[in-house]
């Protein structure tokens, strides 16, 4: 499926690339379906631990005192049950984010190696000591700011809403009330992932940033200072939200914006 060029609701110009399917596709050509599972390993730990480590704090930090929030409370009594539900979702969620995160950028960089058909990263234990060796230990953590933000913003911003929605707009009175409620915060997940789709997009740029893989350095990446400057550049660009789809790419073309 080639490249079109087709134009957005602002008038501007926007190059439509192949769709996730089309890569997977030319992925399985060029390294066959092993390909498709570049940085599984890695992956895989980091969920377990992130898991493990979610279950070590319900049990060190137990949540019997965080009261369900109840039909019958009214607004303040039930606003402050859903931020104080809140606060311990967003206190175990960036604990388990820090630890687990060395092994996401290693899954990052065993990825992006596809691009310049590089090995440099390979067994968990090995690109340990690499990463290690070349950046020191803050080497295990490049992007985690980003990704902690986007954590932070999302628990916030899915609780409150759905709260808010089910408080204000959905009627006590409507036949269908339980069944809504029960579906809003789910609803409201997937609008608000949507909205912190660029924090998970600049962190996970600024784990294979300059790291010695082709895919991180140019012509296919400038070298960024920081994640905001990664943030800022990507902006420029209208990329905050490129590879948010299944269905196809985009990036904006004839876009030349200079790195300060």
Aim: glycine share 8%.
């Amino acid at each position: 499926m080639p490249p079109t060029v087709g134009t957005n609701v602002l008038g501007r110009k926007v190059l439509y690339l192949p769709s996730f399917f089309t890569y997977a596709k030319y992925i399985v050509q060029v390294d066959g379906k092993i390909g498709l599972f570049r940085g599984l390993s890695p992956r895989l730990m980091s969920n377990a631990l992130s898991t493990v480590t979610r279950g070590s704090m319900k049990k060190v930090f137990p949540p019997d005192e965080i009261e369900q929030v109840s039909n019958k409370d009214d607004m303040k009594t039930s606003l402050r049950k859903v931020v104080k539900e809140t606060s311990y979702e967003m206190m175990m969620q960036c604990v388990s984010r820090m630890l687990a995160h060395p092994l996401h950028v290693i899954s990052m960089r065993c990825m992006v190696q596809f691009v310049g058909r590089e090995a440099k990263y390979s067994g968990v234990l090995s690109s340990i000591g690499k990463i290690f060796k070349e950046e020191g230990f803050l080497g295990f953590f490049v992007g985690l700011i980003p990704h902690l933000l986007g954590d932070v913003v999302f628990l916030w911003g899915c609780n409150l809403l759905a709260h808010f929605i089910n408080a204000y707009l959905v009627d006590d009175s409507f036949s269908q009330a339980l069944a809504i409620r029960s579906y809003t915060k789910f609803v409201m997940g997937i609008a608000v992932s949507m909205l912190t789709y660029p924090f998970l997009l600049v962190g996970d740029l600024m784990a294979v940033n300059n790291c010695g893989l082709q895919a991180g350095l140019p012509p296919y990446s400038p070298v960024f200072k920081s994640w905001i400057h990664c943030w800022k550049y990507l902006s420029m660009q209208g990329q905050l939200f490129r590879g948010s789809s299944l269905l196809f790419r985009r990036v904006s073309s004839g876009s030349s914006f200079a790195l300060e």
